[in-house]
């Protein structure tokens, strides 16, 4: 049947890749998608992505302060949208997924996705970049790399305060990527900064994969300390980092968490009411009411919000296509609503 609902696009399926299987789940949270898969998963298909030299990729990794952006950023937002694979690098991700009555498999933190990486593009003779990061700390993670991983071929840039401002600056760094010819490009600019330059400007290096990795570099080349196993293990690395860093990170950890809570609390909200609103559809208790002659010119509009704000609630099990019309049992209300 075509209605106008089923001419409204689902935003997160702009673009396809082999990177996110037609049968992985997804979790909205926030403005972000995000999928449900395990480290070993992630690093995988991102191997075998590059190792084919497919398209220009790109994966995101979002915590709660990313999702705390995304709800004031609609660039980003997009960015977000058009994303290849989307994981969860933090606990609260895990916890507001729970919360909603979903799940995330597992936590897939950026530092550990960026050795886990380089250790695999090691053993299919990948080429890695490293592009940004504090000064010297590209260096030092590439140099520690090579004591551990011999053969692997690696190579860094750390382009100068604001270059992301100049066109000189964003041709240098344009350069010297493009002369290395990598095969995965780990960009450690902050966010929303390195999701910006990724999109704008990473996407058309011809690099088979691009990765957001934000301070990643400082924590491998020991620049920052990481917070003990049995710390990040029950979530509280943030608290190990605000104490490591309180002047730099009290505004991100302690306002930064409490926007994050509003936002999730919201969300659980809406999902609140919308399951309450499904299920007095699913139960086919309308009646009379929904053929009343004031309400015909209201009803194409009611079928698209429905099934467009519905990917609140079922995108994540669809991520490619909002259904067409809701499914009432026996007699199908919302296919009447679209005539």
């Known amino acids: 049947m075509n209605t106008a609902a089923q001419s409204l696009p689902s935003p997160f399926s702009r673009r396809q890749s082999g990177l996110r299987h037609a049968g992985m789940d997804r979790v909205g949270i926030g403005h972000a998608l995000v999928d449900n898969c395990s480290l070993r998963e992630a690093c995988v298909a991102i191997v075998a992505h590059a190792k084919t030299g497919g398209e220009p990729a790109y994966v995101t990794t979002p915590n709660a302060q990313h999702i705390v952006l995304l709800d004031r950023d609609a660039r980003l937002r997009e ?86 401002k100049t066109a000189a600056g964003l041709e240098e760094t344009a350069r010297a990527v493009r002369a290395a010819k990598p095969d995965l490009l780990f960009v450690a600019l902050g966010a929303p900064k390195q999701e910006y330059w990724i999109y704008d400007h990473g996407l058309q290096l011809t690099v088979p994969i691009c990765v957001g990795v934000g301070g990643t570099f400082e924590m491998v080349a020991g620049v920052v300390r990481r917070a003990p196993l049995w710390l990040q293990e029950c979530g509280c690395e943030w608290l190990y980092r605000l104490c490591s860093e309180p002047r730099r990170m009290w505004r991100r950890y302690l306002i930064g968490n409490l926007q994050f809570a509003a936002i999730v609390l919201r969300q659980w909200i809406r999902r609140a009411f919308l399951g309450s609103f499904f299920s007095l559809v699913d139960k086919d208790r309308f009646a009379a009411e929904l053929y009343e002659p004031s309400l015909q010119h209201k009803r194409k509009r009611v079928a698209s919000v429905l099934n467009f704000r519905s990917s609140e609630m079922i995108d994540s099990r669809h991520p490619d296509t909002l259904p067409g019309t809701l499914n009432t049992g026996a007699h199908s209300k919302t296919a009447k609503l679209s005539k």
Do not use: W
Not at 105 to 122: I, N, P, Y
């Open 79 to 164: 960015i977000y949208e058009r994303a290849d694979l989307v994981v969860p690098d933090g606990v609260s991700l895990l916890l507001a997924a729970r919360l909603y009555g979903r799940s995330l498999r597992e936590r897939v933190a950026g530092v550990d996705m960026f050795q886990t990486l380089c250790s695999l593009a090691a053993e299919n003779n990948l080429h890695v970049f490293l592009l940004g990061g504090r000064p010297d700390s590209a260096d030092l993670t590439a140099a520690l790399l090579k004591q551990r991983l011999s053969i692997l071929r690696i190579s860094t840039y750390c382009p100068p305060l604001g270059f992301e």
